[in-house]
């Protein structure tokens, strides 16, 4: 969870590996599909996103979801032990 929630978001992953983003206040809904792994940055601003990519060689993908323009930002294709270093950089980030 972030340290603080700015942008009244949930954030909740159902059993088929979707991620979904709601607004408490507008009740609009973001939806990502095979999520991996989630964090939301230290201040509640923004969430990466861990998505599998579809193939038979198990590739990942990272995303950048800004909640308050709501607006997404794919890094794309990266290995197992760059997504490990993208995903603790950009959550330690207070953007």
Known sequence: MPESN???TLAY???????ILYNLLTEDEVKFTTVNDFNFN??????VVKR???GEDAKEELCWYDL??????IF???SHREITVLMSLV???YL
């Open 76 to 78: 794309g294709e990266v």
């Open 13 to 19: 992953q159902l059993k088929s590996g979707d991620l």
């Open 6 to 8: 700015p942008m009244n």
């Open 68 to 73: 308050r323009l709501s607006k997404e930002h």
């Open 52 to 54: 599998a990519l579809s």
């Open 42 to 47: 230290k201040q509640g601003t923004a969430v």
């Open 91 to 93: 959550t330690n980030m």
